[in-house]
């Protein structure tokens, strides 16, 4: 899978985590992708590394999915946890 598949699968990712946690973000549109796009990377890599679950290259693997929006899930907690009370 090339760049421009995990650019969309982490729009996707980041997208379904939005839709999972509903709430106020800042960032909107680029900042769900910038961090559906971290998300699956970060994902794919603690797949690899905790769960000895490497990551396929087929754009349609379930694996490759989960991982992608758990690490997506996991940086909008934290990147709520971190900005989302700065806004009043």
């Known amino acids: 899978m090339g760049i421009i598949g995990w650019i969309i699968l982490g729009l996707l990712a980041g997208a379904i985590a939005k839709i999972l946690l509903p709430g106020r973000d800042p960032g909107g549109l680029i900042g769900t992708t910038l961090i559906g796009i971290a998300g699956a990377f970060i994902g794919g890599w603690m797949s690899a590394k905790f769960l000895h679950k490497p ?6 693997d379930a694996a490759t999915w ?9 940086l909008l907690i934290g990147y709520r946890l ?3 009370n700065s806004r009043g």
């Open 55 to 60: 990551i396929s290259n087929h754009f349609f």
């Open 66 to 74: 989960g991982s992608a929006i758990a690490g997506s899930l996991v």
């Open 82 to 84: 971190l900005f989302g």
